[in-house]
């Protein structure tokens, strides 16, 4: 059974730091690109990072450039996304999505989705 488990999530000061994990199991990720994707309530879904597993770029959208960082661990057959300087505007649900070849800002491109992980800034 292909599966992403997302981890990592909780309640957070502004100003602090999270670590996600997106954990594969049944497949292995690094034959994918792996997508970070936030849906706040009434807001529509957002794709804020993703890592390519076709040309090793990293993309980042502009309300998370220079906060976040996503990297790979293959050996652990997961995806990370380290998220510093967090905001309340950042509150959401996170997920990450797996899809063959190429990145993609848009989620319907995505094959396989995690449950996703709440994050929460507040005071």
């Known amino acids: 059974q292909l599966q992403l488990v997302e981890s990592g999530g909780g309640l957070v000061r502004p100003g602090g730091s999270l670590r996600l994990s997106c954990a594969a199991s049944?497949?292995?990720?690094?034959?994918?690109?792996i997508g970070w994707f936030r849906q706040a309530p009434g807001k529509e879904r957002e794709g804020i990072s993703c890592i390519s597993n076709t040309n090793g770029r990293l993309y980042y959208a502009d309300s998370v450039k220079g906060r976040v960082t996503i990297s790979r661990d293959n050996a652990k057959n997961t995806v990370y996304l380290q998220m510093n300087s967090l905001k309340p505007g950042d509150t959401a649900v996170y997920y990450c999505?797996?899809?063959?070849?190429?990145?993609?800002?848009?989620?319907?491109?995505?094959?396989?989705w995690g449950q996703g992980t709440q994050v929460t800034v507040s005071s």
């Open positions: 999505a797996a899809k063959r070849r190429y990145c993609s800002g848009s989620g319907q491109y995505y094959d396989y």
């Open positions: 049944g497949f292995t990720l690094d034959y994918y690109s």
